[in-house]
């Protein structure tokens, strides 16, 4: 079966423009979270949604923001990019985003490049 | 506060055993899992353990104390291709995200 799908895989912005990420997860997984990965911070969480709600929000700025649609795939924006933002962005699906035996599957994520 | 220990970097020779230890401190615990990155991929789901004890899948073991806040993953009979970053994560309370530390990286040589 199809694993979860992250476009595009590469960008480059300039600071102060906005980006959106988009991620289709592995069908029939109705939970879909995303992470930040740097090299100084490693994974942080971002948000997470299951069925068009946002359960959980890490500790982001404002400018970081997401959604789910009805088919389950997930869109994150961030607006006025600044270039602490580059970064590997990663997208987890699972069933039901509890914990379980299966974890998450990871996309391959991308990555952001702010310059 | 939410704070979970590994470290930073280990090496290994092929064919040794390896024990990559993380402590954790979180508000809350709903299981904690463990993965593998290999550089420029996806983390891959290598483990999870809530209850107290040694979990063993092949290779891979990991162990879980909640009342210490402490597992390990053990790799056994190393092979080249397990050189990557091995990431510790624990589950919050809610189980809706992963609380992840910064990443051991393994490199294993001949």
């Known amino acids: 079966k199809a694993g979860v799908t992250q476009t595009p895989r590469y960008l480059i912005k300039t600071r102060g423009q906005q980006v959106t990420l988009s991620c289709s997860p592995i069908s029939g997984h109705r939970s879909v979270s995303w992470y930040q990965q740097t090299p100084g911070q490693g994974l942080q969480f971002l948000f997470e949604?299951?069925?068009?709600?946002?359960?959980n929000k890490g500790n982001f700025p404002g400018r970081f923001s997401g959604r789910q649609f009805s088919n389950s795939r997930s869109e994150m924006n961030v607006s006025t990019l600044e270039l602490g933002d580059s970064a590997l962005y990663l997208c987890a699906s699972s069933l039901s985003g509890t914990a379980s035996n299966y974890g998450y599957t990871f996309g391959s994520g991308t990555r952001l490049t702010v310059v | 506060g939410q704070n979970i220990d590994q470290p930073t970097e280990m090496t290994a020779t092929e064919g040794a055993i390896v024990q990559i230890n993380c402590t954790y401190q979180t508000s809350g615990f709903n299981g904690l899992f463990w993965y593998q990155q290999h550089a420029g991929e996806a983390p891959t789901f290598l483990s999870y353990?809530?209850?107290?004890g040694l979990e063993e899948k092949g290779r891979f073991s990991s162990f879980l104390s909640r009342s210490k806040g402490y597992s390990y993953l053990l790799l056994k009979e190393l092979q080249m291709k397990d050189s990557a970053s091995y990431l510790c994560?624990?589950?919050?309370?809610?189980?809706?995200?992963?609380?992840f530390g910064k990443g051991t990286t393994l490199s294993v040589s001949s």
């Open positions: 994560a624990v589950m919050n309370q809610a189980g809706t995200a992963l609380i």
């Open positions: 353990n809530v209850l107290d």
């Open positions: 949604y299951f069925s068009e709600t946002q359960r």
